[in-house]
C-alpha cells in the first residue's frame, strides 16, 4: 500500500495543556483556569483559509458544548473534526482499572461532537505523548468504530495509525501544531519554573511562523489523506442503569446510581479570605461551583467571600459575581487585617455547624475537602499538613520550603506535638470549638496562633496530608521576612505559655 500524503493536524486543547506544565499545571488547576480554546482555533482557522490549507481539528468535548458554533465553522470550511481527550496520566498510563469508565468517556464524547457537527468523528488522539510499546488503547478504539488514531509517541515522528480494515496497520505522516501557540493574549502563570515558563513564552513567540512553514509541508485532512468518506454518526450511546460515568478534577470515574441519591447532609460553610485577587476571582467561583457539585452528596456547600481591604477590582468583581451564585455571602473588610482575622469574621458570618477555611489562591486542592471531612466526627480541627510524611509540595521555592519546615519543627517542640505543619489556612473546625477563641494576630500568623489555642484548650487536631502548589495567577501578599520574625515572636510567647 503507497503511504498516503501527509497530512495537517491541530491540537486544539487548551493553552494550559501544553505538555511541558504537565508536571507543574496539574488537572485539578483545569477547571479553574479561563478556557481560550475558542479564540485559539478561530486564529488558526483564519490562517489556514487564507493559505488555502486544510487541517484535521483535534478538539476536546469541552468545545461541543461551550463553542458548538465554532466546531460548525470548522467542518464548514472544509476542515475535519476528530476527538482529543485529556487525563490526569498519560494514556499508555492509564491503570487497568479504570480503563472501562475512559473508553466509555470517550465513546460519550464522540457522541456529543457529532451531535453537534452532524456528521462521524474518524480519529483519536490523547493530548499527551506516550511511549513507544503496546497501545492497549487501539483495540477498543476499533470496536468503538474509530478509525486511527494520532496519539503523538515521544521522541518519534508525528504518525496516524489506521485501525479499520485495509487502513489496519496503515501509517500516514502527520504535522501537528498546537492552536495555542497564535494566542499571545492567553494569561501569564505564576509559580512556574522559569525554564518551563520561558519555553512556553518562545514557543508562543515563533508560533506564527512555525504555523506558515507547517502550511508548506501538509495541506491535506488526516480523512483525506486515507481516503475515508464522510459517513452518518454513529448511535448516541446508553449507559447501563447501575452505573455512570462522571468527571471530576480530570479523573473519570463509575459511581453507582444508588450512591449518589440524595440524602440530608450537613452545612459546610467554606471561608475565602481576599486581598487584591481580582486576577483570580472568575477562576475562583469555577473552583467553587465545582467543589459544590463534587462534594454535594457528603456536605451542602455555602460559601464565606472576605474582601479584606483590597484596593483593586475584587469587591466589585465579587459584588458581580456573586449575583449568579447561590449560596454566596459577601462580607467587606474596610482595611486590611489579615489572613487570620479574615478567617476569624468568617466564622461570625455562618451558623454552620463545620467551616472551612481555604486560600484565595487555590494553593490546596479544594477537593480535598471530602477526605478531611471524613475526620470531623472525631476531630475539632482538621489541618491540611503538605510536611505531613505523606504530603508533598509542588514549584514552591527551596528557601521559602527551609524557612516553613524550620518554624513548624519549633511549633512541634514546644508544644510537644506531632503535627507537622502550622501554617497552614487549609483547614476544617467545628465551629462552636473556635467561634470564641481569641486572636491577637491578624495576620498569616494567626492560622498557627489559632491551632496553639485549640491544642491548649483540649481540642482534637487531625494533620490531613495535602500537596501545597505555589500559586498560578496573581502574587502572594506576604512578607516573608516579616513573617519569620513574627513567628519567632509568637514562639516566644507560646515558650512562655502566654498563648493559652
Known sequence: MTRPAPAF?????????????????????????????????????????????????????????????????????????????????????????????????????????????GVAVHGF???????????????????????YDATPVKGAESVVVGLQGELAGAMVSSHRFSAWQLDSEQPRLMGLPRPVR????????????????????????????????PRNPAPIPVAPDDVVVTD?????????????????????????????????????????????????????????LIDDGSTDQTWPLLER??????????????????????????????????????????????????????????????????YHKDGGVRNVPGWRLFLSRTLSLAYRILLRSRISTWTSCFRIYRREFVVDLPLKNGGFLGTAELLVRVLRRGGRVVEHPCVLEARLLGFSKMRVVDVVLDHMRLLVLVALRLIK
Open 9 to 117: 493536524a491541530v491540537d486544539a486543547s487548551e493553552w494550559f495543556v501544553d505538555e511541558a506544565w504537565r508536571e507543574h499545571v496539574t488537572p485539578r488547576h483545569w477547571r479553574r483556569l479561563p478556557a481560550r480554546a475558542d479564540v485559539s482555533v478561530r486564529l488558526v482557522l483564519q490562517q489556514l483559509q487564507d493559505r488555502g490549507v486544510s487541517a484535521t481539528f483535534f478538539v476536546p468535548a469541552a468545545l461541543a458544548f461551550s463553542a458548538p458554533e465554532l466546531l460548525s465553522d470548522v467542518v464548514a470550511a472544509g476542515h475535519e473534526i476528530a476527538l482529543s481527550v485529556r487525563s490526569p496520566w498519560p494514556i499508555d498510563q492509564v491503570p487497568e482499572d479504570k480503563r472501562v469508565a475512559f473508553i466509555r468517556a470517550w465513546e460519550d464524547e464522540r457522541a456529543e461532537i457529532e451531535r453537534v457537527i
Open 125 to 147: 488522539s490523547s493530548c499527551w505523548s506516550v511511549a513507544s510499546g503496546d497501545s492497549w488503547w487501539h483495540a477498543p478504539l476499533k470496536m468503538l468504530g474509530f478509525d
Open 198 to 229: 520561558e519555553a512556553h513564552e518562545v514557543a508562543l513567540r515563533e508560533g506564527p511562523e512555525r504555523l506558515a512553514g507547517l502550511c508548506l509541508l501538509a495541506d491535506k485532512t488526516i480523512a483525506q489523506s486515507l481516503l475515508l468518506e
Open 248 to 304: 471530576e478534577g480530570g479523573e473519570h470515574e463509575l459511581v453507582p446510581r444508588t450512591l449518589r441519591r440524595k440524602t440530608k447532609v450537613p452545612r459546610l460553610a467554606i471561608i475565602v479570605p481576599l486581598k487584591d485577587e481580582a486576577d483570580g476571582v472568575q477562576s475562583l467561583f469555577r473552583e467553587l461551583s465545582a467543589v459544590k457539585v463534587a462534594l454535594s452528596d457528603v456536605v451542602a456547600c455555602e460559601f464565606v
Open 321 to 386: 459575581m456573586a449575583r449568579a451564585y447561590a449560596g454566596v455571602r459577601l462580607v467587606r473588610h474596610a482595611r486590611n487585617r489579615g489572613v487570620a482575622a479574615a478567617i476569624r469574621t468568617g466564622f461570625f458570618a455562618t451558623d454552620a455547624d463545620w467551616v472551612a477555611s481555604i486560600d484565595g489562591d487555590m494553593s490546596y486542592d479544594p477537593m480535598e475537602l471530602r477526605k478531611m471531612l471524613q475526620h470531623m466526627p472525631d476531630a475539632d480541627v482538621v489541618t491540611a499538613s503538605p
